[in-house]
């Protein structure tokens, strides 16, 4: 009986023990519950968003793996170099000059102001803005290293590092401003007409694409590509399974890239997520078919092109289309990129790895499908405002990049002699090679 009311003072008192501390705490009241949410619900939106940011830079790595694969193993390393330089001289270049670009204050509408070399951060106060540049400079570095497919095996390495600063300085932040300037503090013009394009077809990818077209006519073909009678020499990839590779990593990376740009930790990510797959699986299978159907057999690239291809088109109406309209969206992407490839060998642009397809072509047809698709219905005006969108990027990126590739090729020089381009750009530009004991064997045309 004894040790019966000893256990049972003992439980009194650990039961009121708490409650004696807990009256002497303030209430807790509806201000201060939901202080305590938004608490949260603030650490979870910089959470997802640097992890969504990781994922994008893991592309870098997609894009080298595809790159490399696509081409000759002769210079392989020169394309590890220009993916390593995209990212690095492309943040340093964003961080000075770019962000301030696309996301300062803007009184016009065409370019921000402020907020150069990271000056709207300052100990002490919001660092919301260290996280939001993270995820935007992954986003610049992928419109930067595009180009480096289209431009593989005959650029200069000087050349292109010139490059990859005036698009991560300038040509991407400009348009960027246009369509995404009030994700900060500015104000872009393009958005303020209704311009849908959630996570990038055209401000990313299209831009990519289009400065990769201008750079392919600048540098002209690879040498033996195009025969004198017109005939077409297929120049393959080294290594297949290493493409193949690079284009599971940009899928994976691409779950980053689409849901990331919500740059919130909420539902809205779960429809992106399936929209993104979903666009991606089709584009692959509907390349695949139009290859079989058009060469015979389900050829390889076109089908890895043609995945690339969906998560291009989906890139810019992830969050406002329906999962169905999400998989017409990527087989239509898949279908339109092989065309694509063949229209641009016919018309002599050497693009080693579909770049300007994959990217320029499926990024327009992406942001054009986002309003044709819109899940709040469409209309002409959404249409037109789509249209101008995506001519409006073609002509500032095509032109700026040819002006820049220009008075590279001008100045300090944009292509690499025949003689060097022969031997291969691992040695010549970086006196090493990928492969140990590699030999090059040249076909001779008699």
């Not at 691992?426 to 001779?444: K, P, R, V, W």
Request: with cysteine; aromatic share 14%; glycine share 12%.
């Amino acid at each position: 009986m004894c040790k019966m009311k000893s256990s049972s003072l003992a439980v009194l008192l650990l039961i009121s023990s708490p409650l004696s501390a807990w009256a002497g705490d303030d209430a807790v009241t509806a201000v201060t519950n939901k202080a305590a949410i938004d608490l949260v619900q603030s650490h979870a939106n910089y959470l997802w968003t640097l992890v969504a940011a990781a994922l994008v830079f893991f592309m870098q790595a997609g894009f080298a793996m595809v790159e490399a694969g696509f081409t000759r193993a002769k210079s392989a390393v020169n394309i590890m170099m220009k993916n390593l330089m995209d990212f690095s001289m492309g943040t340093i270049a964003f961080w000075a000059v770019g962000f301030g670009l696309m996301f300062g204050v803007s009184e016009t509408g065409w370019f921000g102001t402020s907020g150069f070399f990271l000056s709207d951060f300052s100990p002490g106060g919001d660092p919301w803005v260290l996280a939001f540049w993270m995820f935007q400079v992954v986003f610049c570095a992928t419109a930067a290293t595009i180009v480096s497919g289209a431009m593989a095996e005959r650029t200069r390495f000087t050349g292109y590092l010139a490059y990859s600063v005036l698009i991560s300085a300038v040509v991407y932040p400009v348009f960027g401003s246009w369509a995404w300037g009030s994700l900060f503090n500015g104000n872009g013009w393009l958005e303020n007409l209704g311009f849908i394009d959630f996570a990038g077809s055209t401000v990313v990818h299209s831009v990519g694409g289009w400065a990769a077209l201008a750079g392919s006519i600048v540098l002209g073909p690879r040498l033996g590509k195009y025969g004198k009678d017109g005939n077409i020499k297929p120049i393959l990839g080294h290594n297949i399974p290493l493409a193949a590779l690079g284009v599971f990593i940009l899928w994976l990376g691409w779950f980053g890239f689409n849901p990331g740009s919500t740059t919130a930790a909420d539902k809205s990510i779960a429809m992106i997520f399936v929209n993104t797959n979903l666009a991606a699986a089709a584009g692959a299978v509907a390349a695949m078919m139009t290859s079989w159907f058009k060469f015979g057999k389900p050829e390889v690239s076109m089908s890895l092109n043609g995945a690339l291809a969906g998560l291009v088109g989906i890139t810019a109406g992830c969050a406002n289309v329906l999962p169905t309209s999400a998989l017409v969206i990527g087989a239509v992407a898949g279908v339109l990129v092989v065309f694509s490839v063949l229209f641009f060998d016919r018309i002599k642009v050497d693009d080693p790895v579909g770049a300007i397809s994959v990217h320029g072509v499926c990024g327009a047809w992406g942001t054009l499908a986002a309003g044709i698709f819109n899940i709040g219905g469409t209309s002409a005006g959404i249409i037109a405002v789509q249209l101008t969108g995506i001519v409006s990027c073609f002509v500032w990126t095509f032109c700026a990049a040819f002006v820049v590739f220009k008075m590279i090729h001008m100045t300090i020089g944009l292509r690499v002699s025949p003689e060097e381009e022969a031997e291969g750009l691992d040695y010549t530009e970086h006196a090493g090679n990928a492969y140990a004991d590699f030999q090059i064997s040249t076909y001779i045309q008699h």
